[in-house]
């Protein structure tokens, strides 16, 4: 079954949705592979009937909890008319501490570890759909606010995709790869702040103009 078109963010959906939603995250978090419809329509007090109307099957539900869980990541919204720098670094830095903050919650951790469980396994893509509405996802979110800044003359660069993976790499680091191996002390909101503002440092280093 195609599931039906959603836009997948805090703007689009009802709360009842977005409750739905949190109960499959919770579900993922606590049983791993065991998501049924049957099981979240249970946490959720909704009916399955309700369920597939809104999503579609299993992996529209799945694919609509992932990109719930990365709408929390905010791009903020600028001017490309008055861009500067202030304005653009501002931005950059935001998106890199939303970004930290969501991945190392528990929820990204937990649905982190059981994607790479079902890497490369034809019949279970929870790692497909993570890769293309995490990583990949975040890339399309946040190439055209480097195009915006390259337009305004404040970044120079010759390829969006390849300046959104070092400023991944700068954001990120090793703090993924540390909280799935079982790191059990997440990082503080000022080392979160602090670690973005590095990687909004770092990065007009490599490609301020």
Known sequence: MT?????????TLTSRQKDVLDAALGLLVDGG???T??????????????????????????????QWQASKVRVVPVDRETLDKRTLGIALEKFGRDWLTVLTGDISVALNRLA?????????????????????GMARR???????????GLLDFDDADQAFRTFFGLVVRDTQIRMLLG???????????????RAREQFFALYGA
């Open 3 to 11: 599931p039906p078109t959603l836009t997948i963010n805090d703007d």
């Open 33 to 35: 592979d065991g998501l």
């Open 142 to 152: 946040c190439e055209p606010l480097l195009e915006a800044g390259r337009a305004a």
């Open 37 to 66: 419809m049957t099981g979240v329509a249970r946490r959720a007090s909704c009916s399955k009937e309700t369920l597939y109307k809104w999503f579609g099957d299993r992996d529209g539900l799945l694919t609509a909890t992932v």
């Open 116 to 136: 790479v469980s079902h890497a490369g396994q034809e019949k279970r893509n929870l790692g497909a759909i993570v890769l293309e509405n995490g990583p990949i």
């Open 183 to 197: 790191e059990q002390r997440r990082p503080s909101e000022e080392k979160i702040a602090g670690q973005a503002r």
